[in-house]
């Protein structure tokens, strides 16, 4: 999907930024941190992503927070946030969400099973005004936010969820000592 959105948008790279733990989830359940990054950085090997843990160098814990920190580390950098729309159904529920929609443009990558759930979320109420064309995604550079697009990428169907229940135990193949991956953290 990431691949398939920095094509759509012209991205020179795409950043996972790999968080701690996530408010809206529970923490019983979740692989350490440490064999998320590695599994992560496995994943995106000789592509154009690159990993980091920046929200656990910087601190934060909300999305608004991290990129708050983002935007002052990098100033330089145009950002487009990527998001799936699995995401938006429940963007009401984060921190401060209309301040971070403010903050950069936002790319909704389609999620197979919640179009119509993300588009009818409280938050889409007041997002609708700065919806723009799919045929504008490669000019987002020139959009002040908030801006927010939905692209229509090829489907993928995996899950997640549905991977982990099949192999509960892969983050014990990312132990020390065990990482398949090298470091790919942006600076």
């Known amino acids: 999907m990431s691949l398939a959105a920095a094509e759509a948008l012209g991205l020179d790279e795409v950043w996972w930024l790999v968080s701690p733990g996530n408010p809206l989830k529970p923490r019983a359940g979740m692989a350490p941190v440490e064999a998320r990054l590695a599994s992560a950085r496995t994943m995106a090997r000789r592509s154009l992503v690159r990993v ?25 950098k145009r950002f487009i946030w990527l998001m799936g729309e699995d995401g938006v159904a429940q963007f009401h529920q984060w921190k401060d969400w209309r301040r971070l929609a403010a903050m950069l443009p936002i790319a909704v990558l389609s999620r197979p099973g919640y179009g119509d759930q993300a588009r009818a979320n409280r938050a889409m109420g007041w997002l609708r005004r700065f919806v723009r064309p799919r045929s504008q995604a490669p000019r987002w550079t020139r959009w002040s936010a908030p801006a927010i697009v939905f692209l229509s990428l090829p489907p993928d169907r995996t899950s997640a969820t549905a991977l982990r229940a099949r192999d509960p135990d892969w983050h014990h193949r990312y132990a020390p000592g065990n990482n398949p991956g090298g470091s790919d953290v942006p600076a």
């Open 52 to 76: 980091s843990d920046f929200e656990r160098q910087v601190g934060t814990r909300y999305t608004v927070d991290t990129l708050g920190q983002l935007l002052r580390r990098y100033p330089r």
